[in-house]
């Protein structure tokens, strides 16, 4: 399957989820912005892989990132973004979402495990992201970064250059 047909609408990925519940296999969610991908983000998705049978990755759209990190971003577009994941070896699907949190598309995927950075705790997930999770039953994961590797740090370095 070529990378773009692995980019899913939100209706072709709650068929797809149901294909894979059939088939007993385990899905595993993680989100984010994904702008810049470097070291941390593949070590975060390669660890995340692990915790299932296939690994979606919900990706903000360009408008949410604006709302999330402020006007100067995304610096790559979200069909870029969500291309690149779904290049990696470690991400079988991603879904573009156009909100700020992704509690309507949680609710309706219904995974089994959800992997968030570990810089969050339960209490700090976003209060329909954590609901939307509990209610599915959902297992929990908070991946620990690698230290050192962060777009925030690496925006940080090209402006110093």
Same mark, same amino acid.
């Given at each position: 399957?070529?990378?773009?047909?692995?980019?899913?609408?939100?209706?072709?990925?709650?068929?797809?989820?149901?294909?894979?519940?059939?088939?007993?296999?385990?899905?595993?969610?993680?989100?984010?912005? &994904? *702008?810049? =991908?470097?070291?941390?983000? %593949?070590?975060?998705?390669?660890? %995340?892989?692990?915790? @299932?049978?296939?690994?979606?990755?919900?990706?903000?759209?360009?408008?949410?990132?604006?709302?999330?990190? +402020? $006007?100067?971003?995304?610096?790559?577009?979200?069909?870029?973004?969500?291309? =690149?994941?779904?290049?990696?070896?470690?991400?079988?699907?991603?879904?573009? /979402? *156009?909100? $700020?949190?992704?509690?309507?598309?949680?609710?309706? #995927?219904?995974?089994?495990?959800?992997?968030?950075?570990?810089?969050?705790?339960?209490?700090? #997930?976003? $209060? @329909?992201?954590?609901?939307?999770?509990?209610?599915?039953?959902?297992?929990?994961? /908070?991946?620990? /970064?690698? *230290? +050192? &590797? !962060?777009?925030?740090?690496?925006?940080?370095?090209?402006?110093? !250059?």
């Amino acid at each position: 399957m070529r990378p773009e047909e692995r980019i899913l609408t939100l209706e072709q990925a709650v068929t797809e989820r149901a294909k894979l519940r059939a088939a007993g296999r385990r899905l595993v969610v993680t989100n984010g912005c &994904f *702008d810049l =991908l470097h070291r941390g983000h %593949a070590a975060y998705l390669a660890a %995340a892989r692990e915790q @299932g049978d296939e690994l979606w990755v919900l990706v903000n759209s360009d408008a949410s990132v604006r709302q999330l990190k +402020g $006007p100067q971003r995304p610096l790559v577009d979200e069909y870029s973004r969500a291309l =690149l994941l779904v290049s990696l070896r470690a991400v079988d699907r991603a879904l573009i /979402f *156009d909100a $700020p949190r992704c509690d309507r598309e949680l609710a309706a #995927l219904q995974p089994d495990c959800y992997i968030k950075g570990g810089d969050y705790t339960l209490e700090q #997930l976003d $209060p @329909g992201e954590r609901a939307a999770l509990l209610a599915a039953g959902t297992r929990i994961v /908070f991946q620990p /970064f690698v *230290d +050192g &590797f !962060s777009t925030t740090r690496l925006l940080e370095k090209i402006r110093r !250059s």
